[in-house]
């Protein structure tokens, strides 16, 4: 069975700062996709990034990019001039015929 | 557009009781999710469909049912409320069930069942 685990529950970042959230996944499919999405209070879910097993480059949108190891099967993600709006839980996810959510990471950001 | 909205946005029911939670998406989309979201333990599938007219289980699907009689709309149903399922629940919609396609949410629910 496919899983996503995400190690820390909770991460602290001061503003202006970079922060790397880790996910580690288990599968034996060779075709998918992971996703960042980010909740912040207002509970709605959005889209950070993604990024497909059969590119070796990593994605990046904007101050959001990710660190893609598929044979260790990591997917970290590092926000770079973290903002107070940065916070939020971080919920990394895996896709093949349905979406796979960790557990979360909740991100705080200090001015 | 509205993207995906959800109907209501929180509820308190009395254990026995039943009630039905709306979903609706004007984008379109063939395909339509309900998560279940408790601490902890991220978002978890209960149902989905993927298309008019068809639904299918997702990872816990115990104690709900669906309906998706109309394209824009996917119902989810508790025929006979329990304190377990006290959680915040999601709507999504895609416009498949491919790998590349970003699945959006709605605002979600938040259920107590006391």
């Known amino acids: 069975a496919q899983t996503v685990t995400q190690s820390q529950p909770e991460m602290s970042v001061q503003e202006a700062e970079t922060v790397t959230l880790s996910c580690t996944y288990d599968?034996?499919?060779?075709?998918?996709?992971l996703f960042w999405y980010k909740q912040p209070p207002s509970r709605q879910m959005i889209l950070v990034i993604r990024?497909?097993?059969?590119?070796?480059q990593n994605a990046t949108e904007n101050r959001f990019s990710v660190n893609f190891q598929k044979a260790a099967k990591s997917f970290s993600l590092k926000i770079s001039d973290s903002q107070l709006g940065d916070a939020a839980m971080y919920f990394c996810?895996?896709?093949?015929?349905?979406?796979?959510f960790g557990t979360g990471t909740r991100l705080q950001v200090f001015p | 557009n509205a993207g995906v909205t959800q109907t209501p946005k929180f509820r308190v029911l009395k254990t026995g009781q039943s009630m039905t939670l709306l979903c609706a998406q004007d984008?379109?989309?063939?395909?339509m999710y309900w998560y279940r979201q408790d601490p902890g333990m991220g978002l978890r599938l209960i149902h989905y469909s993927v298309g008019e007219g068809t639904t299918a289980k997702g990872e816990v699907p115990d104690g709900y049912n669906v309906s998706r009689l109309k394209k824009q709309n996917f119902l989810l149903g508790l025929e006979s409320a329990a304190p377990s399922q006290t959680s915040v629940y999601f709507c999504?919609?895609?416009?498949?069930?491919?790998?590349?396609?970003?699945?959006?949410f709605g605002p979600g629910t938040r259920l107590t069942v006391l």
């Open positions: 996810a895996y896709h093949t015929d349905k979406l796979i």
């Open positions: 984008m379109n989309h063939e395909y």
């Open positions: 990024q497909e097993a059969y590119k070796q």
């Open positions: 999504a919609s895609s416009p498949a069930s491919g790998r590349y396609n970003e699945q959006f």
């Open positions: 599968t034996s499919e060779s075709d998918y996709y």
